[in-house]
């Protein structure tokens, strides 16, 4: 890689390839700036307003609907789409788009069914409504389950996108995976911001935190695509009559997204839409509390149901722009016949090098790399901070609080304590230690990154979507049936994990065989409602009477 040269002025700024440069260096610094003062900024006025416990974690039900719809996109919007989206559409097709399908018919059942009745039970998390249906052990159960499986999946996220910043930082090339001990100091630098201001500024910081997040990464991705589009020497219809004509080695092509082949093996088609990301699409939305606490701070039922609905749409186009990225990316780099001189005289890229970002580092122009970069480390700490309050706010409200009054030490919710902060801060902490743990173990090989991500996920919300169905929707259940539903999804998707299902279909059938994790979801989520709705039913909770507002 050829040293950097400052540009003679900031006209010249374009042609020079950045590797990073300074003035990219200075717009990811004044990012990281400007969200530590978010937080000191936050810390000083929750001092003064002394608000507490339930304060901290619902924003007091004030913030704007269309603020918590982008605030929830914003979440979503992990390494796992920054770095795996455009790694997706770069090595295959558009496929992965087909499971927004799943994802519409999961918002409509959540925003219908599961909204209403968690938003009128009143509590802080959407786990206290287990308390009131099956009783207090469910509570802790589930609050666990979500506590060791988020803790998993933003992990797995944290890894995911220390990779493309120790790129950055440490100008690693492209075609190697960069050094273990540089991946661990880029985890520890994101983890540490993302941790700082959300311990200060509780759920309200990290929702306004989350506009920002997002106005920045999608303008990055916007100017992404502009330049690739003036770079590629083809027309818009050409470029979509080439990817269109690009066949791969499936049968399918560069544009194809609607897959119809009953194959159980591929995980992107209509069958495993309808099946598994449904599932997930409705665990995602309706019984994980890092995106469903959006909904319960909304400012009523409707607009709470209206916030998880339009997210969904938001979060599709937002998505498809990192595809078409990655669809751009697939012709710059991989086809030279087209590029000609304009090519940037590379064609391979290595496995476990994510393409956007090793077109930020090597062929993007300065200020615009500094953007998209500053972008990368916007969607690292958007997924985080959210996944740490909600966790923190579980922890306290399902877990700390009750044992308290379980002492006869109990805590009034509306008076501040520090609790909360010091729990933000040791679960940020766990978070990055995940990080670097899947650091060391993710091989890229063996699933791509958004589909090692993804399928982190159902360890535990399998289990947990299984309680919530039989909840909302059954008579049936009881505290044991709940925690052995939670035990059940958790080694059913053990099971199904390619490092212990291809050697036991190996040794029982000859032959070895994956489940991917959109179809895993489905099954270990099958299984679990089984398990869950085989409990009678306790005569000690009423299923059929009104839940009213309860304090957590």
């Avoid at 506590?147 to 996108?161: N, P, Y």
């Avoid at 030490?409 to 008076?415: C, G, W």
């Avoid at 032959?511 to 991917?516: F, K, M, Q, R």
């Amino acid at each position: 890689m050829t040293p950097f040269h400052f540009p003679e002025s900031i006209t010249h700024a374009a042609d020079c390839l950045a590797s990073l440069g300074i003035y990219d260096w200075m717009i990811v610094l004044s990012y990281l700036v400007v969200m530590l003062v978010i937080g000191v900024r936050a810390a000083y006025k929750e001092s003064k307003q002394k608000s507490g416990t339930r304060e901290f974690f619902t924003g007091g039900r004030r913030i704007p609907t269309w603020v918590l719809a982008i605030s929830i996109v914003g979440s979503m919007l992990s390494a796992a789409t920054f770095v795996g989206a455009p790694s997706e559409a770069f090595r295959g097709n558009l496929t992965y788009l087909i499971l927004n399908v799943g994802g519409f018919m999961a918002v409509i059942v959540v925003g219908i069914f599961f909204v209403p009745r968690l938003y009128a039970a009143g509590t802080v998390t959407i786990y206290g409504f287990l308390s009131q249906r099956f009783g207090e052990p469910s509570r802790v159960a589930v609050s666990i389950a979500f506590l060791v499986g988020r803790l998993l999946a933003s992990g797995s996220r944290l890894m995911l996108v220390g990779i493309p910043l120790c790129m950055m930082i440490f100008a690693a090339e492209g075609d190697k995976t960069p050094p273990i001990h540089q991946l661990i100091i880029a985890i520890l630098i994101v983890g540490a911001v993302g941790t700082f201001y959300t311990a200060f500024g509780g759920i309200t910081t990290v929702v306004w935190v989350d506009l920002i997040q997002f106005t920045l990464v999608v303008g990055a991705a916007m100017v992404t695509i502009g330049l690739l589009l003036n770079r590629i020497p083809l027309s818009v219809p050409e470029i979509i009559q080439t990817l269109g004509s690009t066949p791969l080695a499936d049968g399918t092509n560069k544009l194809t997204v609607l897959d119809t082949r009953f194959d159980i093996s591929l995980p992107f088609t209509i069958w495993a839409a309808i099946t598994g990301s449904f599932m997930l699409g409705m665990a995602t939305y309706g019984v994980d509390h890092d995106f469903a606490q959006r909904f319960m701070i909304a400012k009523s039922k409707t607009k709470a149901a209206f916030t998880v609905i339009a997210a969904q749409f938001i979060s599709i186009a937002v998505v498809s722009l990192f595809m078409i990225i990655g669809l751009l990316l697939s012709i710059y780099y991989q086809r030279p016949d087209i590029m000609g001189a304009a090519g940037p005289g590379i064609s391979q890229i290595a496995d476990g090098v994510p393409p956007y970002q090793f077109f930020m580092i090597n062929h993007m122009p300065q200020i615009i790399a500094g953007l998209a970069v500053a972008g990368l480390f916007a969607v690292s700490q958007g997924s985080m901070d959210s996944a740490i309050n909600a966790m923190a706010s579980s922890a306290i409200a399902d877990l700390y609080l009750p044992w308290r009054k379980s002492i006869g030490r109990p805590i009034p919710t509306d008076k501040p304590i520090n609790e909360p902060k010091i729990a933000v801060a040791a679960i940020g902490a766990l978070m990055t230690l995940v990080g670097i743990f899947f650091a060391i173990i993710y091989d890229p090989k063996e699933q791509t990154f958004l589909q090692f991500a993804l399928g982190v996920l159902n360890f535990a919300l399998s289990g947990m979507l299984a309680v919530f169905l039989v909840g909302l929707f059954t008579r049936r259940g009881n505290n044991a049936s709940v925690i052995a539903a939670l035990i059940t999804g958790f080694f059913v998707t053990l099971t199904l994990q390619p490092f212990i299902f291809k050697p036991l279909t190996r040794a029982i059938f000859n032959n070895e065989l994956s489940i991917p994790f959109t179809y895993g979801m489905f099954i270990a989520t099958a299984l679990a409602f089984i398990v869950c709705a085989m409990g009678k039913p306790s005569p000690s909770n009423d299923v059929n009477r009104e839940i009213h507002p309860a304090r957590a």
